[in-house]
């Protein structure tokens, strides 16, 4: 399986910023998707990460809120826009090649809006 | 409307013994199933799926089973070690557009 990085591991922002979360993984890979982990919930899907073309978002985010880019297979990123504590939870990315029902995640970025 | 539903949030078994964590799930056009481990602080790792096709899994100590008309996956371990503590998510797709649906999750908590 793909060795996926995210970066940053954690971080503590104020209300109103943004925050800007990397992905990056070893080698090329067909599908790349963000998730929201809120406290206590499941993991939610916000968008599928799309090579060259806008990400596709799941009803509920917009990407005027969390803008995503994925300039290449290996790569991509989310922005947290104007923050609020309600965004405070876990970022993911996940990857899949291949067969796309089989995705692998990365570690993960915490997020605190305070 | 959780279309998938892990309706127990905790599960405690003895070193050695069985462990069978449930998943419940309401749309029948999902036709791949996975589960997946999590431990604190990492991304879920990936376990073992099934398709729609087959009522059965297995890959080493862990098995999963699907029944269909009851819309019902069970994973099983076995035997259980205390390094499978960890938070078990189910999940299922069905849409060919790579999106899971994740289930709510269930500690499972292996004493040694």
């Known amino acids: 399986s793909a060795v996926i990085s995210q970066k940053p591991s954690r971080d503590i922002c104020q209300r109103g910023t943004s925050l800007t979360i990397q992905c990056q993984v070893d080698s090329q890979v067909t599908m790349m998707f963000w998730y929201r982990q809120q406290p206590g919930q499941s993991l939610t899907l916000i968008a599928t990460a799309n090579q060259g073309s806008e990400a596709t978002y799941e009803s509920g985010f917009v990407i005027d809120k969390f803008p995503i880019s994925r300039p290449n297979l290996t790569f991509s990123t989310l922005t947290v826009s104007n923050m609020s504590p309600e965004d405070s939870s876990i970022y993911l990315c996940?990857?899949?090649?291949?067969?796309?029902?089989?995705?692998?995640f990365g570690p993960g970025t915490r997020l605190t809006v305070t | 409307d959780q279309q998938v539903k892990q309706n127990s949030p905790s599960l405690s078994v003895q070193e050695g013994r069985i462990s069978i964590l449930n998943c419940d799930y309401t749309n029948s056009m999902f036709d791949y199933f996975l589960w997946y481990k999590k431990y604190p602080a990492e991304g879920p790792t990936f376990l073992i799926s099934?398709?729609?096709?087959?009522d059965k899994n297995e890959d080493g100590r862990f098995t999963v089973f699907l029944n269909k008309s009851a819309k019902h996956l069970s994973l099983h371990i076995v035997p259980s070690q205390p390094g499978d503590s960890a938070v078990y998510f189910c999940a299922a797709s069905g849409d060919n557009t790579g999106k899971l649906i994740f289930g709510q999750g269930t500690t499972l908590q292996v004493k040694p």
């Open positions: 099934i398709s729609s096709i087959k």
């Open positions: 996940s990857v899949a090649s291949g067969s796309f029902y089989e995705q692998y």
